[in-house]
């Protein structure tokens, strides 16, 4: 990696997480969320071009998000709970099949939630594996534990392939840039309830809207 380019730190992400969480974690930010995104999809390009259909589709999709926020109706799209609501009250969302709306803020947010389901399961893995875990076994489990059950037989075997690759442990955990062993194992764990608690308000006000099937 070059000196330029700035270097992935879980520290980073996690602040992003923390910082996307307002009003008693009641709300989501989404700039601050796909913030989190970014830092994620940096940390995976880190990895190799194996990756790449999986960064380009999280990166169009984050670009997607970004252009609403920059868009007329920006400050619509401010927090997750405005999203939905304006979306919603303007029928800017197709609920049963892809029509007009191919690329709603609603549907797009929703499939980075479903793979952070798979970032919490993986992290969590990896907080309590050892040193003889293999990564590529613990990202498998998360994935077919998770994001698997949306994704069709090409997309789930190539995504098998593909984690077959990944570092050890140890080279994982050294780029992340967060220090010692240990220190990565207490990272972590601090991380975990800012991802949870994303990952809960946002479940729960999908679930409300009935949004979690949105094609
Ligand atoms: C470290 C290894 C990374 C492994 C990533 C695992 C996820 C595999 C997912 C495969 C996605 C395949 C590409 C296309 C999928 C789309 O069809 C699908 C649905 O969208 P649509 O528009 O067709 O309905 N898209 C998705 O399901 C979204 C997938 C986004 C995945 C974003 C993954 C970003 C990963 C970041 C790496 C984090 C490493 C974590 C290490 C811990 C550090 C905090």
Not at 74 to 93: A, H, I, K
């Amino acid at each position: 990696m070059s000196g330029t380019e700035e270097k992935f730190s879980l520290r980073e992400v996690l602040v992003s997480f923390k910082s996307c969480l307002v009003d008693d974690d009641q709300d989501v930010l989404v700039e601050h969320y796909l913030k989190g995104w970014k830092g994620l999809v940096r940390f995976m390009n880190s990895l190799g071009t194996v990756f790449s259909f999986v960064s380009k589709d999280a990166v169009s999709k984050i670009q997607i998000m970004e252009n609403y926020l920059s868009g007329e109706q920006g400050e619509r799209y401010r927090t997750l709970q405005s999203m939905v609501e304006y979306e919603l009250s303007s029928n800017l969302v197709d609920l049963n099949k892809r029509d007009n709306h191919p690329e709603s803020g609603c549907r797009t947010i929703l499939r980075l939630h479903r793979a952070l389901r798979w970032l919490q399961l993986f992290l969590e893995k990896l907080r309590t594996s050892t040193e003889d875990s293999k990564t590529s076994n613990l990202c498998a489990e998360a994935y077919n534990d998770s994001l698997a059950n949306y994704h069709p037989w090409i997309i789930r075997k190539t995504a098998n392939l593909a984690f077959m690759v990944l570092p050890a442990r140890n080279t994982f955990f050294e780029v992340m840039n967060v220090g010692t062993t240990e220190e990565v194992v207490d990272m972590l764990g601090e991380a975990m309830p800012y991802v949870s608690n994303v990952y809960d308000f946002t479940q729960e006000l999908y679930s409300q809207h009935n949004l979690l099937d949105l094609p």
